[in-house]
């Protein structure tokens, strides 16, 4: 487990690195943590980049695409390890044209904002055109990522889920493709153990049907709880929705709004107006946090205020850099960004380019914490792409690599559908167009009913 505050003793200069490179050659050994979106392209690219590249990828499921890979099981699977995925009637908020890989983007016939099927077809098709499946371990769980520093690499544990058997790897690099939708937070309401309900996170959330002639309430106003409540309003007696923002958020007219839960009852909540409710249900949709378990204190990050540092651009290691993560900014085109994060990382990797020295990554890194600091984008808002945070995110990671970035309208059709999602619950009722580079239109279109969340 992470510790907070640990001193990074642990680190070794640039000219290390690259004899440590050179010496790799002919053949590199590269350790994928997950199967998910960000572990798939970070696979390919390892096997592109480097065509001596031994590539292992370790997923702790049975599928491919992490929270993606819809089950209508909640909790825990066969092998006791904790259940994630969307929900049945899930269409996403986010653009199709950054759901994809730039070599592999989603179906052209498909919606503007597609569904879990969608998604999960456009991924099982890039494994299949990359011919991937064959360096998935599938059911093998990380359980230990420790540094050796008599070789220079990682010894990684694996544990066999179906045989219950452990084994020791060693690897040259280590990518931890995770994600970070696995960790749910649920606050500590007073009563909490009080209420004689059902009380759940919306990791475990499926269908609205389930909530048939019941009182619901759902705890956050972030993207999950905007969706679920009006999806699940349709079958219930009568949904709640609690946030702490300023002004209404909107969820259509079947969704009553409260401010923050006071404390919860034997039989529902009291709310900072002082009101009180009456419930059968409670959701909880306040987020995850990033989870690395099986990351030991000598990796040479820390985990603290649900942010990971000191990180090269969100992704490279600075202390041990030949560790990255794919995957943790927010507020960004999802696939695409963790594809470019995979190109970037895997440029210095493979040795194309050489990685810029201890010092000037810490420089970055830090002028990157200032600006934050201004912006007011710490703690659980370090890794956020706000604003023009984004397309600047793509260009200078692009060109330190000196590889091909994310057309400026990519960025722009994100940030005008977030804005939409913020202004009417019927954000999803247009379709999304590229014209060129910079410029797309948005057209409307009948309205739809199904809607989700992937934040």
Not at 79 to 103: E, F, H, S, V
Not at 167 to 184: A, E, I, K, R
Not at 335 to 342: I, P, R, S, T
Request: with cysteine; glycine share 6%.
């Amino acid at each position: 487990m992470l510790h907070n505050g640990y001193d990074l003793l642990y680190s070794y200069d640039n000219f290390k690195i690259q004899s440590h490179l050179a010496q790799l050659a002919p053949s590199t050994t590269y350790c994928i943590i997950g199967a998910g979106p960000s572990g798939l392209c970070t696979a390919k690219h390892a096997l592109t980049f480097d065509h001596n590249a031994t590539v292992k990828v370790f997923e702790q499921s049975q599928e491919i695409g992490g929270l993606w890979a819809y089950t209508e099981k909640t909790g825990k699977d066969l092998n006791g390890l904790d259940i994630t995925c969307m929900y049945a009637n899930l269409r996403t908020n986010l653009i199709k044209q950054g759901m994809g890989y730039p070599d592999y983007p989603i179906d052209e016939q498909a919606a503007t904002f597609v569904t879990i099927s969608d998604v999960i077809k456009q991924l099982e098709g890039y494994v299949d055109k990359y011919q991937l499946k064959k360096y998935i371990h599938f059911q093998h769980q990380v359980v230990r990522v420790v540094r050796n520093f008599e070789t220079n690499q990682w010894n990684v544990l694996v544990k066999d889920l179906t045989s219950n058997q452990f084994t020791m790897h060693q690897f040259d690099f280590v990518l931890v493709c995770n994600g970070h939708y696995s960790s749910p937070i649920v606050p500590s309401f007073p009563g909490r153990s009080m209420f004689r309900g059902r009380q759940l996170h919306s990791k475990d959330y499926r269908r609205g049907e389930n909530y048939r002639d019941e009182r619901v309430l759902v705890i956050g106003g972030g993207h999950s709880g905007m969706d679920i409540a009006p999806d699940i309003a349709v079958y219930a007696d009568k949904v709640v929705l609690s946030h702490r923002c300023k002004v209404p958020v909107h969820t259509g007219d079947r969704v009553v709004q409260k401010p923050e839960v006071l404390r919860l009852t034997p039989t529902g909540a009291e709310f900072v107006d002082g009101t009180e409710e009456h419930f059968d249900v409670i959701i909880y949709c306040t987020g995850y946090r990033y989870s690395t378990p099986f990351l030991s204190v000598d990796c040479g990050v820390s985990l603290h205020d649900n942010a990971i540092s000191p990180l090269y651009y969100h992704c490279i290691n600075i202390n041990q850099p030949t560790m990255a993560f794919i995957g943790l900014p927010f507020n960004a085109c999802l696939m695409l960004m963790m594809d470019l994060q995979a190109r970037f990382c895997m440029t210095f990797f493979s040795g194309q380019k050489p990685l810029p020295s201890k010092q000037e990554m810490l420089n970055t890194w830090q002028k990157d914490q200032d600006e934050r600091q201004v912006r007011g984008l710490t703690g659980k808002l370090t890794h956020m792409l706000a604003g023009d945070l984004q397309q600047r995110y793509y260009d200078d990671v692009a060109r330190i690599a000196g590889i091909v970035s994310l057309k400026p309208v990519l960025a722009k059709m994100h940030a005008d559908c977030i804005n939409s999602k913020n202004e009417d619950v019927n954000f999803r009722n247009y379709e999304y167009h590229i014209v060129d580079d910079e410029n797309f239109v948005k057209v409307k279109i009948p309205p739809k009913s199904a809607s989700s969340s992937v934040a």
